[in-house]
């Protein structure tokens, strides 16, 4: 005998528990459901997530989750150090196994039925993309649920879209990440997001992400299918200043995975299927930092969700809904992926440090279009040196990023 609900969530990763979370408070009979036997695991993240976005949060997040404070981005490419100070720029660190594991207790004690072991396996669909019967394999057997509305969150390899017909190249539209937690770590900066730029991550970046005085993320990533991912991270690792702190390093945990770019559909709605998440592409380069907007958007789908069920408005609503609270963000972060593919795809120095530029904000788009037009690495070098000299300049910087980031949250709230 079938399953029948209101909504049923694909994937309890923190954007499928938020979904679950939102439409069940909202009165809505969830079911979320999740192949792994236990939330949470593997993980494949870096950890780490900006503080700029917790004011857009639907809840908050338990102090002791946060685990590691970082205050600051040092940001390196072609033996120049760029560091950014400031709310805009602090990075909170969480295990999130202990996460994923408190978004998904906390969907189920607003009312949704957590199912683990749970795997989604077929689908029948209505030509308009509306699914009517979904086909899960459990432990006991096979089961059918018949949900009037299906939130899509299981990741880059998503099931829900492959069933709907939808073919995944994560080659042209996902970066590979190569990254460990390392243990026993001599870190120089333990409270700074140290990032990397060169041949060694093209397109993307290396990082170094303490998650405590001793411990850290180590990664490296690339969205060149010709670079190989197991070559970048060894090249990482030869940089003499990140030699240096991961000589006596102990490997812990992998960590490694995908990392979406691009977006796998032309849309979020198809039929009664709402994407959420990495489904999506619900993250904001240049740091492709994905934890807390897909937490966002996914809340606004589960609510969306429990409106139409209640008959009170479309499931088309949940695209502008998102750019109501986060558009801003994620039209910036849309106009910087091509940049992301131009310049990740040479090895020139000058399009390193236009990377430098561009994951530092320190110039415009329309100044970075400018400077892709020099021929000298060294004009745009002076350009970086310049802006690290000038100590009058970076307070006014940091203020009028703060204004700004004080209208949106105005904005926000209104």
């Avoid at 940001?75 to 709310?87: F, P, Q």
């Avoid at 796998?264 to 994407?275: A, E, M």
């Amino acid at each position: 005998m079938a399953l029948n609900c209101d909504v049923l969530v694909v994937g309890a990763g923190p954007a499928g528990s938020s979904a679950a979370r939102a439409a069940a408070e909202a009165g809505a009979h969830t079911i979320l459901i999740d192949k792994k036997k236990e939330i949470g695991v593997p993980v494949q993240c870096g950890e780490g997530f900006g503080s700029y976005l917790v004011p857009f949060l639907p809840f908050k997040i338990p102090q002791e989750l946060l685990i590691w404070k970082l205050n600051e981005i040092s940001l390196w490419a072609d033996g120049i150090t760029i560091a950014r100070t400031g709310s805009l720029w602090t990075t909170y660190m969480v295990n999130r196994n202990d996460f994923d594991t408190w978004l998904a207790k906390m969907a189920e004690n607003r009312g949704a039925q957590l199912l683990t072991n749970t795997e989604l396996i077929n689908v029948k669909i209505k030509n308009d993309y509306t699914v009517t019967e979904a086909t899960v394999k459990t432990l006991e057997g096979e089961k059918q649920i018949k949900p009037r509305v299906v939130i899509a969150a299981d990741g880059v390899d998503s099931t829900v879209l492959k069933l709907l017909g939808f073919k995944i190249d994560k080659r042209t539209t996902c970066g590979k990440v190569l990254s460990f937690e390392m243990d026993n770590l001599r870190l120089s900066k333990p409270n700074s997001f140290q990032a990397f730029l060169g041949d060694f991550a093209p397109g993307v970046y290396a990082y170094i992400l303490p998650k405590s005085a001793t411990t850290a993320n180590v990664g490296a990533g690339t969205i060149m299918p010709e670079k190989k991912v197991k070559r970048c991270y060894e090249e990482f690792l030869e940089l003499p200043q990140v030699k240096k702190q991961l000589r006596n390093g102990v490997v812990i945990g992998d960590k490694s995975g995908w990392a979406p770019i691009r977006y796998f559909t032309d849309k979020w709605v198809y039929g009664n299927v709402l994407l959420v998440g990495d489904v999506a592409n619900q993250n904001i380069k240049p740091f492709v930092e994905g934890i807390l907007p897909g937490i966002i958007c996914s809340d606004i789908a589960g609510k969306t969700a429990s409106d139409f069920i209640r008959g009170k408005g479309s499931l088309g609503t949940y695209p502008n809904r998102v750019k109501n609270k986060l558009g801003t963000f994620f039209l910036e972060s849309d106009q910087l992926t091509p940049l992301l593919y131009e310049l990740g795809a040479s090895s020139d120095i000058k399009e390193h440090l236009l990377r430098l530029c561009l994951f530092a904000n320190i110039v415009s788009m329309k100044q970075l279009e400018r400077l892709k037009r020099e021929d000298d690495a060294a004009a745009i070098k002076e350009i970086v040196e310049e802006w690290n000299r000038s100590k009058i300049r970076q307070p006014l910087t940091d203020i009028l990023e703060q204004l700004s980031f004080l209208y949106l949250r105005i904005k926000h709230k209104s």
